[in-house]
């Protein structure tokens, strides 16, 4: 009889513990929604100016995409636009209080008319916005603006990334 009070006792116990424990998540799955964004406009000689546009809105980590560009000179223009799905992906390092954000866009192609010749015009083969090693402020949310003008073979190079994610 002393041994089933014993052996009652070591497996009721655990009970009692685990029961007065607070309830901790193991879920360390993160869902984000927002809007990520990238822009560059290039301006050159001959009237040459160009934009390209790729824009995410992301809904628990995937979303809608559009990825359009046009350019036009003194001996024609060109233009694409296409619409996708993505996927998001956000890398927070904890050490370095810092994170990174992918999202993958499809390509754009679309027509160009060069002296009066119309072609293909193909801006890209799938791509991504990619945003890395920005400082983590908040753990639910990862906002931002970075802008840097670059001058590259007497282009005028503007590139422009903005986000705003919250974590679900």
């Not at 116990?13 to 029961?19: D, Q, Y």
């Not at 999202?103 to 945003?131: F, H, K, L």
Request: glycine share 8%; hydrophobic share 30%.
């Amino acid at each position: 009889m002393a041994n089933y009070k014993k052996t009652r006792i070591i497996f009721i116990l655990p009970f009692f513990i685990l029961g007065n424990t607070k309830n901790v998540s193991t879920d360390h799955v993160s869902k984000w929604s927002g809007t990520v964004s990238f822009f560059e406009k290039r301006i050159g000689s001959e009237g040459f100016i160009s934009e390209w546009h790729m824009d995410a809105t992301i809904t628990n980590d995937t979303g809608s995409v559009t990825h359009s560009s046009k350019y036009s000179d003194a001996h024609g223009y060109g233009q694409c636009r296409n619409n996708g799905k993505t996927e998001l992906e956000v890398g927070i390092d904890d050490e370095k209080h810092s994170y990174s954000i992918s999202v993958n866009v499809p390509g754009c192609n679309g027509t160009q008319t060069r002296n009066g010749v119309e072609s293909p015009y193909p801006v890209t083969d799938e791509t991504a916005i990619t945003i890395n090693d920005q400082p983590l402020r908040t753990s639910n949310t990862l906002s931002g603006r970075t802008s840097k003008t670059d001058l590259l073979n007497g282009l005028e190079i503007i590139t422009i990334y903005t986000w705003h994610l919250t974590r679900r």
